[in-house]
Structure formats: structure tokens, C-alpha cells
């Protein structure tokens, strides 16, 4: 299967999960890509298979690469891990071996970020119990009271009262 992908003078890329077709279209131009187009992981030996070929790989979260899984990929040049860390990936064999290896270190900084203060509003502005009325039917639109009086205990003991602050 590789020996008709693979053309002689272009690298061969092994992408081991989903990407978006402009990333494939990208390598594509400039080398021979093999990809997997499931959203399925690929098995460690299918991996491994197309791997002993390859000149890179992409890989992902649920893959991981130790000393075995290099043994068998003489070509191997660089791993481009599309992760923030590498907790499964052996980085000292890979040096050991001349084998690049990146990671994406601010890859989840923005996302994570962002639902951090997503969750905040939700819990704050009590989104979740104003959902559930909505959709149990028993909203009957706004009333000049507080509906997060009605549908929530009140948040800080503190509060004059024993309600909730504004």
C-alpha cells in the first residue's frame, strides 16, 4: 500500500486522526500524506505499519511513542504532536535517535480560558436553573421579581435576609 503512495524524493506524512482538509491539501503539496479520515483511532500496530515508512508523523492524544515504536521506523525525522503536552510520548528516546519531536504548548490555553469563564457565568447568573424552568414549561415570562429568587437557594449565607444578592 505505501510503495504506491510514497513516490521517491517526497516525504511521506502520516497523519494518525481527523484533520481538517486544508491541514491535508498542506502537506499534500509537498509531500506524499497517508491520513486517517475516521473519527475512529487508529490501532497502535496500524500505526506502527505505516509509521516504519514515514519520514513524519502527526499525532495525537491517544497515541503514543516509546522506544519500541521507534526501533521500527528507521526514516522517522520528526513527530508533530498536535497536543499540548507529552505524557505518552517517550521525548529522551526520541532525542537519543535524532527524532524532532513538538508539541503545541498554548494549544488549550484559549479554550480552556473560555470555558472557564463560560462556567463562571452559568453558575453565577444561574443559566442552568433558568434553563431547566424555560424548558420545564413553567416560565410565563419576565415578573418584576427576582426569578433566581424563585428557582434558587440563595448563595451566600451572609446575605441580609437569607437572600440572594442582586
Not at 507529552?86 to 504548548?105: E, Q
Request: net charge positive; proline share 6%; hydrophobic share 45%.
Amino acid at each position: 500500500m505505501l510503495a504506491r503512495i510514497h513516490s521517491p524524493g517526497r516525504p511521506l506524512v502520516v497523519v494518525t486522526h481527523q484533520v481538517h482538509e486544508q491541514v491535508k491539501e498542506l502537506l499534500a503539496s509537498r509531500c506524499a500524506v497517508v491520513a486517517n479520515d475516521s473519527v475512529e483511532s487508529w490501532p497502535r500496530e496500524k500505526i506502527l505499519d505505516l509509521a516504519q515508512a514515514a519520514d513524519a508523523l502527526m499525532l495525537f492524544m491517544p497515541d503514543s511513542v516509546d522506544e519500541q515504536f521507534l526501533q521500527r521506523c528507521p526514516r522517522l525525522k520528526i513527530i508533530a504532536a498536535a497536543l499540548k503536552g507529552y505524557d505518552n510520548f517517550d521525548v529522551a528516546a526520541c532525542t537519543r535517535r535524532g527524532v524532532w519531536f513538538t508539541i503545541a504548548p498554548d494549544l488549550l490555553s484559549a479554550p480552556t480560558a473560555e470555558l472557564t469563564l463560560g462556567l463562571i457565568l452559568g453558575i453565577t447568573r444561574n443559566i442552568l436553573a433558568g434553563d431547566q424552568l424555560v424548558r420545564s414549561g413553567r416560565f410565563r415570562g419576565w415578573r418584576p421579581i427576582s426569578v433566581r429568587q424563585r428557582i434558587a437557594r440563595p448563595h451566600c449565607r451572609n446575605c441580609r435576609h437569607g437572600q440572594t444578592r442582586p
